[in-house]
Every structure is written in C-alpha cells, then in structure tokens.
C-alpha cells in the first residue's frame, strides 16, 4: 500500500473543474515535484490533501487516514501531512519558538518543558537555533520560511506538503530555504511540492508530475521528463521557462 | 381608571416622536454647522484655533451628554433667563454633536493621501485652493457614511432630554408607562419606534461604506 | 450677570461624591469585563459561528444599536419585572451596560476578526488545530490588538453613558450631583464638579486601557 493514495479527485470552483480526474500514489520517502502552469491546478491539488479544499469526487488518503469532511478526519489527517504555504503564515504575535510550540500544546498536548525542547531541536534543524526568540518580523523571509518548516516538523508529520515555498523569496533567501528541504530528502521524509526552481526538482526529486488544465499529464523520473518530454505541452512548457 | 388600547399608547408615543425627529434634525444640521466650523479651526494653520478645537472635543467627548443637558438647563439659567427645556436640548446636543463630527471629518480629511497635498501644492495652488479642489471633495466622498452613522448616535442622544423635561418619545413613554402601568408594551413600542427611525440610517451608512470599499478597490 | 459661585458646599457633600464616583467606576469595570467578553463570544459567531446562531446574534446587536441606552435600561428594569424577572436597580444598571456594550463590542471586535489574513486560518488548519482552537490560539489576540484602540473609546462612551442609571436610582456619580443640587440649590456648581470628575474618569479610563493593551500585546518569550 502506498503512503498516499489519490484516485479519481475531482474539484470544482462553481462551474470551473480544476481537478479532473487525478490518480497518484506515492510510496513512503519519495519527493515529488508538481509542476505546471498557473491554474493547471497544481496548487489545488496540494490543498485538498491536506484537507484546505473539499473534494467534490474521488478519495485521497494519507497512511490509512482517509480525507473525509468532519473535523475528527480532518484532523487525522493533518496530524500526518504538515503543510509549508507560499506566504509562510506564521503567527505575527508569537515569537519562532512560540510558533513551534503551539501546536504541539495546543493539538498534541505536549507538555510544555517538552513541546519547547522539540521546538528548540526542530529550530536547531533548519539552522535558526538562535532565534528562538524572535518575533516574525524581525526575522527575513527566508528564516520566517524555515521556522514554518520547523513548525510544521514540530507535529512529526511522515509526509510536508510544499506550496510553491520559494516563491515569495527574494532570489538570494531561495537557496537558504531549499537547503533545509533537501536536507529532510536526504533524511528519508516524504515531500510533496508545487515548485517552479527546475534545477531543484531535477536534482532533489525521485519523480516529477507535469499538470496540464486539471490533469496529470505526464510523470516520470526527472531526468525523463526534463531530457525526454513525450507531450507537445510538457515540451512548451520547459521551453517557456 | 380608564382602559388604554393598544392604539391609544401608539398613537401617543407616535405624536412624541414627531418631537424626536424635529430636534434630531436640529441638533444635527446645528452640529454639523458648528462641526465644520469647528474642523476649519483643527485643520488651518492657526494654533490656538487648533487648540481651542482640540481641548472642544476633548472635553464634549469625555463628558457625559446628560452633564452637559444638566449643564446648559442650569447654566443657561445664570444668566437670568427662563430656560425651557427645548432650549437648553438643543444647545447641548448641537455642542454634542459637533464635537464628534469634528473628530469624524477631520479622520476623512486625514485620510486623504498626503501625495494629494504635495500633488496639488506642485501645481502652484495655494492652501485654500488646495482644501477647496482637491482634498476636500475626496474628503466628502469618504465622510458620507459615517457621518449617517453618527446620525444614529444624535437620535438615540435625544433620548436624554427626557431627562431635563422635554417631551419627546422616551418622556412620553414614561408618561404613558405612569399612565398605564404597562412598562413592558410602552417601553417595547418607544424602542421599536426607536429603532424604526434608527435602523434605516444604519443599514444606508453600511451600504454607503460597502460602496465606497468596491469603489476603492477598483482605482 | 450678578452670579456669584459658590463651592463650599463641597466642603459637605465631598464623601457623596466620592461613593458616586465609586460606584461610577464599579459599574464600568463590570461591565467593560462582561460585557467585551460578550462581544468576543457575538463576534466570533457572526465571524465564524455555526449558522444557527448568526440570526439570533444578529437580530440582539441591531436592536440594541439602533435603540438608546436610556430605553435599554428602563425596560430591563422596569419592563422584565411583568415577565416576572425582578432585579434589583444595581444588577439592572449592570446587565444592561453589558448588553449595551456586548452589541457594539461585537461589531468593532468582528472588523478585527474579518481583518485576520486567510494564511492564517489555513496555518491553523493545516496544524491540526479545530476551527475553535484556531481562533482561540492564533486569530483572537491580533484581532483584539487591531481594534483595541477603537474598543477602547467604546468602553469609555459607555462610562459616559452610565450616568443616565441614577434615573433608575443607582446611585451613581450623577445621582450623587442630582443629590446634592437638590440640597444646596447650587445646581450649576454641583453638575460641573461632577463633569470635571467624569471627564478625569474618562482620561484615567483611556490610560488604563492602554497600559492594558500594551501589557495583553506585549512581545515576550514564549516561555
């Protein structure tokens, strides 16, 4: 059985059908790399396994834990998909520590001494141990980056969902972040990401998905599908770039 | 005793409220009057027209109306004259409600991009010509909606009259509650009616403001 | 005009005044306290409540913002009484400052709740936290410290506003200046001593709320 299994998902905006049809599973340690063009429902995709959009068909699944609209599921599933968002969303009123713990406190019921350790350790990882105490916006967005990951890590997710994470960066913050996520590649954790750094995907990622109007429309190992592409669209596409 | 209908205490408070309105209206259009005058002090470039406007709002806002009803029935009344209570209503609320509106333009008229003053100022016009083309008409645009909202405000002000005598709707509801020891049904009637005055004026404030939001969006 | 002031009457009327500004400051506490945790809880329905309960919550903050405080107050204390809930003139001046400042707390809290960014809520979701926890933990306190400038003038129109329960014989700062008019025929005197007592209220009430705000939204450790 595969660490996530999405079969048949279908989405719809109103009348607009983003997703038509997906089917992907994925085995416990792979990184795959979703890429397209804007609104081919790359994005969408993530959020619906993490439960942010509902699905209007099919199922998705994520280690036995099945997407199902109730709270309850929800949060069984979130308990194992940590997700990492484009505008980092950390929590402007409490500092990088706080922002690990919190959760963790919160969800988890970890118990304080041991929730800040974890947070220390899951700090330390993504190379911000001394910022323990800073605030958000004392921190650039790099690191702001790299405390979410941090964050999301605290929850001891087995899979990260990566929404286009480098994309609100400045071009010289980009590296610093995806050290850090090839890194938890080399560790052995499952990733998911909607990217647009190719070079990354090429060199970090077991398998790339190219999406196309809501569809998967080609998937394959990177240096397949970069070197290799079998579709006239896939082909536009990486010349475009 | 007699048997008051239900009709006969509406009837009543509905005659009252007529008093309601006329004194909101005068209060409003006198605040607003006072209030612009007020605003030209705070936002022109003499200072102690700018303090004496300050210290204005500062005092109307952090008193109580009812102190200040209490104070312009006894106060007007050292000067010898017999104050009735529809005078010293008026005054107080007029001087009330300046204070507030004062507050709420000269927020509009801040709001006005400072680029529209420097704009305007590139342009050669001088300080009035500037006020008078430029940042006042946006001004105006932003200060509609809330200063309908405030209008509630000075309706549910006059309410306190009651208090130093003048018989609006909220006198007349203690008048005919004393009348008819039916405190539930008369003061249900005068909040209803209340809100019947009030409610429209809510309602158009938040549209206005909604529009104003969809049209900010859109520039 | 041949008025002559007179403020030695205050020389025996001070502790009158005193009590009155006493229980001024009582009624306000208690109703700033219960009352804007009130608007928390309408706020948080109308922003994100189950359905059910938006009409209700609604329906209560229209028709308390739309109706004046004086009316608010005599039919809680004089109306309720044939539905058979008497109340006291203290419990009555309480209940409807609370509900008076729950309707317009709601309002000006929920513009700060609608301000909170979307990511935000998402961050909470994809944590695992429940719609509630979200709120409690990551939404509410910024939210607050948005609004909590306009919250507190709200507060203080609303201590301003007390002063019509001494008509339900509360005796408050204003009963206390009715009271003390009514002996000393010196009216004018008495109702000016009393405003320059509301208006220091009303400054100290402002400071309080401030260093409340500074100390709620303070940055520190999170340990």
């Known amino acids: 059985m595969s660490l996530i299994e999405i079969t048949e998902v279908r989405k719809s905006f109103g009348p607009n059908e983003v997703l038509k049809g997906i089917n992907l599973d994925i085995e416990p340690g792979e990184v795959i790399a979703i890429i397209g063009k804007s609104g081919s429902g790359k994005s969408t995709l993530l959020r619906c396994i993490n439960g942010l959009e509902s699905i209007n068909s099919g199922s998705i699944s994520v280690a036995g834990a099945q997407l199902l609209p109730d709270e309850l599921h929800l949060k069984a599933l979130r308990l194992k998909v940590g997700m990492i968002f484009q505008q980092f969303n950390l929590f402007p009123h409490l500092t990088a520590g706080g922002n690990v713990i919190l959760s963790q406190a919160v969800v988890k019921k970890t118990p304080k001494p041991e929730a800040e350790a974890i947070a220390r350790q899951m700090l330390d990882r993504v190379g911000l141990a001394a910022k323990f105490d800073a605030y958000p916006d004392e921190l650039s967005g790099g690191q702001q980056q790299r405390v979410a990951i941090a964050r999301a890590l605290a929850m001891r997710p087995i899979a990260l969902l990566c929404d286009e994470i480098t994309s609100a960066l400045d071009p010289e913050l980009v590296g610093e972040v995806l050290a850090v996520v090839r890194s938890l590649a080399a560790e052995g954790m499952t990733l998911l990401m909607v990217t647009h750094e190719m070079k990354f995907a090429r060199d970090v990622c077991s398998r790339v998905v190219f999406m196309h109007h809501g569809k998967v429309h080609e998937i394959g190992r990177p240096e397949a599908v970069f070197a290799n592409p079998q579709t006239p669209e896939l082909k536009q596409f990486l010349g475009m770039l | 005793m007699t048997q008051f209908t239900l009709w006969d205490i509406f009837r009543n408070l509905l005659l009252a409220t007529r008093w309601t309105i006329l004194l909101s209206l005068v209060s409003f259009l006198g605040g607003g009057i006072l209030g612009l005058i007020l605003l030209f002090m705070r936002i022109g470039h003499n200072r102690a027209a700018q303090f004496f406007s300050k210290i204005y709002v500062e005092i109307f806002q952090g008193t109580p109306l009812l102190m200040q009803l209490f104070l312009a029935f006894f106060g007007l009344g050292l000067f010898g004259i017999n104050v009735p209570a529809w005078l010293a209503a008026g005054v107080a609320l007029i001087a009330w409600t300046a204070a507030f509106l004062v507050e709420i333009w000269r927020g509009c008229v801040e709001s006005v991009a400072s680029g529209q003053w420097e704009a305007a100022a590139s342009l050669g016009m001088g300080y009035l010509q500037q006020m008078r083309y430029v940042i006042l008409p946006q001004a105006l645009k932003i200060a509609v909606a809330p200063t309908v909202g405030f209008s509630v405000q000075v309706i549910k002000g006059t309410a306190l009259t009651s208090i130093i005598g003048f018989v609006e709707l909220s006198k007349a509801g203690s008048v005919v509650t004393n009348a008819t020891f039916q405190p539930f049904t008369v003061y249900g009637l005068v909040a209803l009616l209340y809100f019947a005055l009030c409610w429209p004026l809510s309602k158009s404030s938040q549209i206005l403001e909604r529009k104003l939001n969809v049209a900010h969006r859109n520039h | ?223």
């Open chain 3, 1 to 223: 005009m041949s008025y002559h002031f007179n403020f030695g009457w205050l020389l025996v009327y001070y502790p009158e005044l005193l009590k009155g500004t006493w229980v001024t400051i009582q009624l306000i506490l208690i109703g700033a306290v219960f009352g804007v945790s009130l608007g928390v809880f309408c706020a948080w329905v109308r922003a994100l409540g189950p359905a059910w309960l938006k009409p209700i919550v609604s329906v209560y903050v229209e028709l308390i913002r739309n109706t004046p405080f004086l009316i608010q107050l005599f039919f809680i204390f004089f109306g309720l009484p044939s539905l058979g809930l008497q109340m006291g003139e203290t419990s009555a001046a309480n209940l409807a400052m609370i509900i008076n400042l729950g309707a317009y707390s709601c309002e000006i809290i929920r513009a700060g709740i609608e301000a909170t960014p979307r990511g935000q809520f998402e961050a909470g979701a994809s944590l695992a936290m429940t719609r509630f926890e979200t709120f409690r933990y990551v939404v509410l306190l910024p939210a607050l410290k948005r609004i909590w400038p306009a919250l507190s003038s709200q507060i203080v129109i609303v201590m301003l506003g007390s002063s019509v329960v001494s008509q339900i014989a509360v005796e408050d700062l204003t009963f206390a200046a009715n009271f003390i008019q009514s002996r000393s025929f010196r009216a004018f005197e008495a109702y000016f001593v009393s405003t320059f007592i509301y208006l220091t209220l009303a400054i100290l009430l402002r400071l309080l709320l401030k260093f409340i705000g500074g100390r709620l939204f303070q940055r520190k450790a999170a340990r």
